[in-house]
């Protein structure tokens, strides 16, 4: 009975730790998705002759902005 007993609070504990790791990694997935797609990330590119317009960023889509 004893034994059965602390099987079953290590297949649990076993759970637990594999649903925390998985929650951690997909949490660290979206994150790093979001940083590069959704987040507007203002970047600088030289359109020539010098010139740097200011560009927005959001995932693959770029806008000019004026400031």
């Known amino acids: 009975m004893q034994t059965t007993i602390r099987l ?3 297949v ?3 759970r637990w730790a594999l649903v925390l790791l998985l929650a951690y990694f997909t949490l660290s997935y979206v994150q790093n998705s979001l940083i590069d797609r959704v ?8 359109v020539g002759n010098g010139v740097h ?3 927005l ?3 693959s ?5 004026y400031t």
Do not use: A
């Open 8 to 10: 079953h609070n290590t």
């Open 12 to 14: 649990w504990r076993v």
């Open 39 to 46: 987040w507007w990330t203002p970047v600088s590119t030289d």
């Open 53 to 55: 317009e200011p560009i």
């Open 57 to 59: 960023r959001v995932g």
């Open 61 to 65: 889509h770029y806008w000019r902005y």
